[in-house]
């Protein structure tokens, strides 16, 4: 599945909720959802592991229809030429700095 | 970008890192960066927000990466045929509700 398929899929569910509700009050969901996902990593089962990763990606993407931002261009543009920090395709950053 | 080449293209940048490290210590990475996108939709421009919403979508997928989780059939079984509340393309679930 395209990304950008996705976000629009997204958009066509959920926008006129996530524009009201605003990104502070969206913003509360995703953090629910991480700690869904949390949850799940530590005692779920991959069935339970892979809905709350779902689930986060999808609250993620809902929060960049708010902002107005497209995440396809995004990650293009931080991840798309190499790691942002060294640049290699993969990566030999130090392993104490990021990431 | 199609998620699943998204999802390679991290596993080939950093899943040796992420497996030395675990999911604990790369969830601490994650919870990081979604630090940093709550700071950046706050007062961000707009380049910050979409540098930070790559970000945590790159943890997001490394994670994904260590647990074994495939995002696409994640989101594909969990959004692809409507809303997990109301099963519609445009969800109307009470407001009240999830999601």
Redesign the interface.
């Known amino acids: 599945?395209?990304?950008?398929d996705?976000q629009q899929?997204?958009r066509?569910?959920?926008h006129e909720?996530d524009v009201?509700r605003g990104?502070d009050g969206t913003?509360m969901?995703?953090?629910e959802e991480?700690g869904e996902l949390?949850a799940a990593?530590r005692e779920g089962t991959?069935e339970e592991?892979?809905?709350e990763?779902?689930?986060?990606?999808?609250?993620?993407t809902?929060?960049?229809n708010v902002?107005?931002?497209?995440?396809?261009?995004?990650?293009?543009?931080?991840?798309?030429s190499?790691?942002p920090g060294c640049g290699?395709?993969?990566?030999d950053c130090d392993?104490a700095e990021?990431?």
């Open positions: 599945m395209q990304l950008g996705f899929l997204i066509g569910m959920y909720k009201a990104i913003f969901w995703l953090m991480v949390a990593l991959l592991q892979r809905g990763f779902a689930d986060v990606l999808a609250w993620l809902t929060i960049a902002a107005g931002v497209d995440l396809t261009e995004a990650i293009q543009e931080k991840y798309g190499g790691c290699r395709m993969a990566c392993d990021k990431p």
